[in-house]
């Protein structure tokens, strides 16, 4: 891919654990959205994390023994 | 219509409930609306938080770390019969008191029915059982005690701590029916060794009825099967039931606008300081007692030591039937109480009170001193 992706998703077992997500992301104040997952990333009925790549790694190290991640993906434009 | 009433039957459901739960259930229904956990638009989300926020403010409650061990359900009765029904085979055995609630017996028998081998505790006539009774009904095949909280009859505290322990040492899976204490007696999971919390959230949670739930200590979700399977909103490719918390227990959709109030009641709880709540209505089963301690028609159960029980107090007036005083305590003064067993057979023939019961007056923050001793008046005109 030579243009960067502008998003990653976060993907997650189920709403619960994005929601567990969201709060611990929004006391550690890392900009993230909970958005619906994109059909082309998954046939789940549920909602996805966004977030830039530049953060990635903090928010990894955020949700680290906290919140179980299905898979980090990139958003196409 | 509320300008007289005195309302002593918190322990069946609570009212009043603070204006917070009110407010939040209006809200939820009027502006959040939105299938939680569902579809993933900006309204889903919203509602998916509110559930999602009464977990986090149970987790906080009761000082449990992963709001998403917590399984939400209608009521303490459909979280005890997920756990009967789900965990226990037949060959098991099991311990329980005798003072417990039908919610707990009558799963309970039903699986006797099925299989396990059943052992019931005897308790003393004022509701106390002594943990030393447990360690040798312990078998090789005992799987698990079901144990109240406090009981819903006499208000007698259990020793959940010791039994607990006994529990762990033992191997035990140890389940405790907090109906009649969650919210009103400060439970702290990371500090004891219970393993299933059950508990519902009208009561002295001050949320709407048809909210409460269950904590689950990590593993045990595995060799738990859910009593219901259906939607989750998660794994919608697979026709099969998901195997994690809390999807595997929580198919459908569910009360979240009651889930909104009940988040609003903890809050309530936490703003005021459960210690201030606990001491608020132990001031007031004291203040009862002392008050109609001396007159002489009235026989009062469980024990005198207001620091080893909820705000329950069951009694009865001469050889009154119950139901004849708590409906003269209703139409004389305007004083609402619970006659009868209290969906407690065990417990009224441990303290001698079956068939006929006792009246049961229980209270709640909500209660003044002046109620009580409105309520100590009529009782002194009733006992003569």
Redesign the interface.
Known sequence: MNVKSQYFVMLF????????A??ILKQEELPHK????PKHIS?????CLRFEPAIQSKIVAALANKVEIEEIRELAN | MNRNIIYFDNAATSWPKPEATIRAVETCLRETGGS??????GM??EA??V??NA??ALSRLFSID???RIILTKNATEAINIVVFGFLQPGDHVITSSMEHNSVMRPLRAMEEKGIELTILPCSAEGELDPGAFVPAIQKNTKAIFLTHASNVTGTIMPVADIGRIAREHGLVFCVDAAQTAGAFPIDIRATDIDLLVFTGHKSLFGPQGTGGIYIRKGLEQVISPLMRGG??????YEQQ?D?L??KFESGTPNTAGYAGLTAGIDFILSRGLNAITAHEKHLTELFLQGIGDIAGITIYGIKDTARRIPVVSFNVRDMDPATVSLELDERFGIMSRPGLHCAPAAHKTIGTYPAGTVRFSFSYFNTEEQIITAIEALRKMGK
């Open positions: 077992k189920s709403v619960s654990y994005a929601l567990k969201e709060k909970l958005i619906p997952v046939s789940d009925c549920g909602i | 939680p956990g569902r579809s993933g638009h889903s989300i998916s938080r559930i999602f977990r986090d992963d709001p998403l989750t909103g998660s794994r919608s490719e998901p994690f809390p999807d």
